[in-house]
C-alpha cells in the first residue's frame, strides 16, 4: 500500500494499515501514522499526497493542515491519519477500528541497502 509504505519511508511512527472495508463504506483502507513535530507532521501528508497524486490519486478532502496535531487525507477507498504523537494516543483510532484486519506493509529496507547504489543509481553519486 502506497500511502503506508510512504509515511513509512518519510519516518513517521507506528505506520498501521488497517481493511476497514468489511465494516464501513467510508472506505476500504485506513493509514494511522504519527510524527513527533507538527513540522514532521506536514512532512509526511505531503509527501503521502505527493505519492498518491502521482499515482492518479485524486483528494478529495484534507483536513488538519493548519494546526497540524491531526491531518486527514481522504482519498476515498484510502483515508490517511497523520497524527501529532500525542494527539494520536488521545484519539486512539486504532482502539475504534479493533475488529479491522491489519495489512501488512512490505518490509523496508535497512538503511545500509539504502545507502548503496544499484545499477544505474550509481551514476547519481
Do not use: N
Not at 8 to 22: E, F, Y
Not at 104 to 111: D, E, I, Y
Amino acid at each position: 500500500m502506497l500511502a503506508g509504505k510512504t509515511a513509512r519511508d518519510k519516518l513517521a511512527d507506528d505506520v498501521v494499515v488497517l481493511d476497514v472495508g468489511p465494516l464501513t463504506s467510508v472506505a476500504d483502507f485506513l493509514v494511522i501514522c504519527s510524527a513527533e513535530s507538527s513540522r514532521q507532521v506536514k512532512a509526511v501528508a505531503d509527501a503521502v499526497d505527493e505519492a498518491l497524486s502521482s499515482e492518479g490519486g485524486r483528494l478529495l478532502h484534507r483536513e488538519g493542515v493548519e494546526h497540524a496535531r491531526w491531518i486527514l487525507l481522504d482519498y476515498g477507498a484510502v483515508v490517511v491519519h497523520v497524527f501529532h504523537r500525542e494527539a494520536r494516543e488521545f484519539y486512539h483510532l486504532e482502539r475504534l477500528w479493533a475488529d479491522a484486519a491489519p495489512v501488512s506493509l512490505p518490509p523496508q529496507r535497512s538503511v545500509e541497502r539504502r545507502m548503496q547504489p544499484r545499477g544505474d543509481e550509481a551514476d547519481l553519486l
